[in-house]
């Protein structure tokens, strides 16, 4: 178990469904992050929140929208998926953005998009 | 843009020490940290260095060469638990952002 809970852990929607991906940490991290995994491939950055405001979006489709409602809860809202999404996101935070703060993981959510 | 570079496969035996090596891109560089992620599992943090040298948590060490933009993880006295894919990482070089480069990842498997 990790400290930064993802929810739900698995995910099947049609390319027509609109869902969202949840994230929660309790660690006081100031820095919340978006990560897309497909397999045998490393974590490639979609976004990342500084202080509750986006500060990096990594060119993300806009069928992919992310949201900070405080500094504990981060969501991504999905609408209108392309297969090719189908991938395990991977939500992270971390104290701050220092190279020395090393950002901690959840279990991540893993989406089929049929 | 940044990369890293490690080797995509490694096999040792329990007990064995291995070396992960990974080089990266100078351009602006604030450090190498080190991940595990097991499968099906969250990476999770194992080392930093923001200096050269090697720096030691147990059986897990790390060491940079700034000099020669050359890191490397060490594992010590293996166990089956180790077989997990290895990833370098280092912060985007433009600044200070929280943005966080992967290598590929170094898949271990720890052989009885």
């Known amino acids: 178990d990790t400290e930064v809970t993802q929810t739900p852990k698995h995910l099947v929607m049609g390319m027509t469904n609109k869902k969202s991906l949840k994230c929660e940490q309790h660690?006081?991290?100031?820095?919340m992050y978006w990560y897309k995994q497909k397999a045998k491939k490393p974590p490639e950055l979609m976004f990342v929140?500084?202080?509750?405001?986006?500060?990096i979006n990594e060119s993300v489709p806009s069928r992919f929208s992310p949201e900070c409602p405080n500094s504990s809860l981060l969501n991504l809202h999905l609408h209108a998926l392309q297969p090719e999404d189908s991938a395990l996101y991977l939500c992270?935070?971390?104290?701050?953005?220092?190279?020395?703060?090393?950002?901690?993981f959840g279990d991540g959510t893993r989406l089929s998009i049929l | 843009g940044q990369s890293l570079e490690q080797p995509s496969e490694v096999t040792a035996v329990e007990g064995a020490i291995v070396q992960i090596n990974c080089t990266y891109q100078?351009?602006?560089?604030?450090?190498l940290s080190w991940y595990q992620q097991h499968d099906g599992g969250a990476p999770t943090f194992l080392s930093y260095?923001?200096?050269?040298g090697l720096e030691e948590t147990g059986r897990f060490s790390s060491f940079l060469s700034r000099s020669d933009s050359y890191g490397y993880l060490l594992l010590q006295e293996l166990q089956m638990k180790d077989s997990a894919s290895y990833f370098c990482?280092?912060?985007?070089?433009?600044?200070?952002?929280?943005?966080?480069?992967f290598g590929q990842g170094t898949t271990l498997q720890v052989k009885p």
């Open positions: 992270a935070s971390s104290q701050g953005q220092l190279s020395n703060q090393p950002q901690h």
């Open positions: 660690m006081g991290h100031r820095a």
């Open positions: 929140y500084s202080y509750e405001k986006l500060s």
């Open positions: 100078t351009s602006g560089f604030y450090g």
């Open positions: 260095n923001g200096l050269d």
């Open positions: 990482a280092q912060r985007n070089g433009s600044s200070n952002t929280g943005k966080l480069i």
